[in-house]
């Protein structure tokens, strides 16, 4: 579904990304872990389009999206969740799912109003509040509920559970599982390998901007240096 190869992104002068290649099967859930500053949500807009991409190819459904436009990526059926949420403070929750709104894509589940409030029942009991009177935890409920209005094929979740509240961490996880049970692709950038372990099928690890290890959680656990030089605090 999502294929990256050899991938060179800079800020400036400063190379952040070098060489760096990953995939995620169709509806796969690939964890990608790393430090901060490792370079997950470098990836996560390199892939996006969001960044320039000096070298290498990124691949949608088979098809190369190297350089398009972030909102044809988005059309094509990319779907991006930010860490900061970016949604629309002034507008309520139903306007703000509003604005994510596509068309629904042949061998995608399509997702309404009605479906999303299911999938994330807090935002049902404020679907006519502004966005600004939400929580930070019910706000990261919106900012994925926005993007899966789109109807993507492939849904990238930047720091999913960061700064929010345990109930909501597991409310969170109930919601992946459910996305991917939908036959829905997902990246997701973590920290925090419990959660990562949680809904994912596999793990990539980033360090410096390269992918120092990817495959199963078993298999992470049989390279305990990996943990220790690449995960560890």
């Known amino acids: 579904m999502l294929e990256a190869e050899g991938l060179d992104v ?3 002068k400063a190379q952040v990304l070098s060489g ?19 370079g997950k949500t470098t990836t996560l807009k390199a892939l996006m389009q969001m960044l320039p991409v000096a070298r290498g190819t990124v691949r949608l459904s088979g098809t190369e999206i190297t350089g398009a436009p972030p909102y044809r990526v988005a059309r094509a059926g990319l779907g991006y969740v930010p860490e900061e949420r970016r949604i629309f403070t002034q507008l309520t929750v139903r306007e ?4 994510g709104r596509q068309k629904p894509r042949e061998g995608v589940p399509a997702w309404t109003e009605e479906g999303l409030f299911a999938l994330f029942p807090n935002l049902a009991e404020r679907a006519d509040a502004p966005g600004r009177a939400l929580s930070g935890g019910e706000q ?25 509240a345990p109930v909501i961490v597991a409310e969170m996880v109930r919601a992946i599982r459910r996305l991917k049970g939908e036959g829905l692709t997902i990246l997701l950038s973590e920290q925090t390998l419990p959660f990562a372990r949680a809904v994912a099928d596999r793990v990539a690890v980033i360090d410096h901007g390269r992918v120092v290890f990817e495959g199963t959680f078993d298999a992470l656990d049989a390279a305990p240096g990996i943990r220790a030089d690449h995960l560890a605090v």
Do not use: K, W
């Open 96 to 99: 703000n799912l509003e604005v």
């Open 10 to 12: 800079f800020y400036g």
């Open 20 to 38: 760096l290649s990953l995939h995620v099967a169709r509806g796969e859930v690939v964890a990608l872990l790393g430090r901060n500053g490792a």
């Open 140 to 164: 990261q409920m919106l900012s994925i509920a926005r993007t899966l209005m789109g109807n993507p094929a492939c849904l990238l979740l930047d720091e999913p559970s960061e700064g929010i």
